[in-house]
C-alpha cells in the first residue's frame, strides 16, 4: 500500500512540476517579450539580455505562485481511477472524473495540503530559529520553499484523503 501512495504521489510531482513551472515559464516569457516591446525594442545587447533576464526572473515567482494554484486543481483529477500497484483511488460519486466531479474533493484536498504546510512552517521556525543565524524571522521563506513544502504536504494527503473525504476511497484492481 506505501508504495502505491509513493507511485501515486510521484506521478502527481511530475505532473504538478511541469504543469507549473512551464505555465510559469510561459506566461513569464510572454510578459517580458511585452515589456521589452512596450519600452521600445530596443537592439539586443548584453545589457538588454541581462535587463529582460531580470524581468523574468522578477516575473517568473509571481505568476508560478498562480499557476501552482491552477495545477494544483488540474492534477489532482489525474490520481482517480489509475490501478497503480493493484490499487486505486477512486471518487465514489461517478466512475469518469471530470473536473466538476472534483471540485468538493479539491476543496478538502486544499484544506489538509494548507494545514499541513502550515505545520511544516511551524517546524521549520522552530528549527531557523534553534540552528540559524538568521536576523529576520522569515528570511529562509520563498515560493521554492514553498513549493518543497506543498509537495512533502501532498504525499501525506494522499494518504489521509481516503479517511479525511467520504468522497474518496482507495479500492484494489
Known amino acids: 500500500m506505501s508504495k502505491f501512495y509513493l507511485l501515486i504521489w510521484l506521478g502527481w510531482v511530475l505532473?504538478?512540476?511541469l504543469?507549473?513551472?512551464?505555465?510559469?515559464?510561459?506566461?513569464a516569457s510572454f510578459i517580458t517579450a511585452y515589456i521589452y516591446v512596450s519600452q521600445g525594442s530596443s537592439p539586443l545587447s548584453k545589457e538588454v539580455y541581462e535587463a529582460l533576464f531580470h524581468v523574468f526572473k522578477f516575473w517568473f515567482p509571481l505568476v508560478w505562485s498562480v499557476t501552482l494554484l491552477i495545477s494544483l486543481f488540474r492534477t489532482l483529477?489525474?490520481?482517480?481511477?489509475?490501478?497503480?500497484?493493484?490499487?486505486e483511488m477512486n471518487l465514489k460519486s461517478c466512475s469518469v472524473v471530470g473536473y466538476g466531479d472534483i471540485k468538493g474533493v479539491w476543496r478538502k484536498w486544499l484544506m489538509l495540503i494548507i494545514w499541513l504546510v502550515g505545520a511544516q512552517m511551524i517546524i521549520a521556525l522552530i528549527f531557523t530559529k534553534l540552528f540559524t543565524s538568521y536576523e529576520a524571522t522569515f528570511d529562509w521563506f520563498n515560493?521554492?520553499?514553498?513549493?518543497?513544502?506543498?509537495?512533502?504536504?501532498?504525499?501525506?494527503?494522499?494518504?489521509l484523503l481516503s479517511s479525511r473525504c467520504r468522497l474518496v476511497s482507495v479500492k484494489k484492481c
Open 143 to 159: 515560493i521554492y520553499v514553498l513549493y518543497t513544502f506543498v509537495l512533502v504536504a501532498g504525499y501525506v494527503s494522499f494518504v
Open 19 to 27: 504543469s507549473s513551472v512551464v505555465s510559469a515559464g510561459v506566461f
Open 77 to 87: 483529477k489525474t490520481v482517480f481511477n489509475r490501478c497503480i500497484n493493484g490499487y
Open 15 to 17: 505532473r504538478l512540476t
